[in-house]
């Protein structure tokens, strides 16, 4: 399902190359990490909340809405250039390897479906399986961070090559593409999020 952390890959490989796709899936990693942790000792049931659930949808909504607007304020002053070996260099709004793994646990934690799909289908798979050890659980995690790793390196890949014909017009547009994709997530999570928290106060 394309989403935020599809959206951050392409923008940020493009902008730096593969290395990028790499640190924001970790960051992923390791958020998912803690929050299989977390589904171990309980924490399906708080998610499954309609008030947990609404909040993350409010907060999560508008974290997006402001990155997309963010994405397409710059749009015009990104611009892909040349660097000293000919070899295609885009230059824009790049971030280090720290903000990269903070980014790729970010956007999945703000994306209400992110916590939707774990309190449902992760924990469903956890219980079919019903790991009793450490590694059973670790072969769960590893399992499952492999196909992550393994189509987010496709599409880093994809962009990297693509560096090879993309024009500023292309990049721009696809950066206007990613921009729309965000706000119109974050503002469909908004909605959601706060329709379930009014639900429930007309409920209580």
């Known amino acids: 399902m394309p989403g935020p952390l599809l959206v951050a890959v392409i923008e940020q490989t ?3 190359g593969f290395h990028a796709a790499i ?4 960051g992923h990693a390791m958020l998912e990490l803690i929050l299989v942790a977390l589904l171990v000792l309980g924490l399906r049931a708080v998610l499954e909340r309609p ?3 609404g909040a993350i949808g409010v907060v999560g909504g508008a974290a997006l809405v402001w990155m997309g607007q963010d994405m397409l304020r710059s749009v015009g002053e990104i611009s892909l250039t040349l660097n000293g070996s000919g070899a295609g260099a885009p230059a824009g709004r ?3 390897w720290p903000m990269l793994l903070f980014m790729g646990a970010a956007v999945c934690a703000a994306n209400p479906y992110f ?3 774990w309190a449902t289908v992760g924990a469903g798979q956890l219980a079919h399986m019903a790991p009793r050890t450490p590694g059973e659980y670790m072969a769960f995690y590893l399992g499952h961070e492999s196909a992550d790793f393994a189509w987010y390196a496709v599409v880093g890949l994809i962009i990297v ?9 292309m990049y721009r547009g696809l950066i206007l593409v990613c921009a729309v994709l965000i706000l119109a997530l974050g503002l ?3 909605y959601k999020g706060w329709v379930s928290i009014v639900r429930r106060g007309k409920a209580a």
């Open 94 to 96: 790049a971030y280090g």
């Open 23 to 26: 640190l924001l899936v970790t």
């Open 14 to 16: 493009t902008l730096q």
């Open 188 to 190: 469909g999570f908004f």
């Open 115 to 117: 916590t939707g799909w």
């Open 51 to 53: 008030a947990v659930r």
């Open 161 to 169: 090559t693509g560096r090879r014909w993309l024009t500023d017009g």
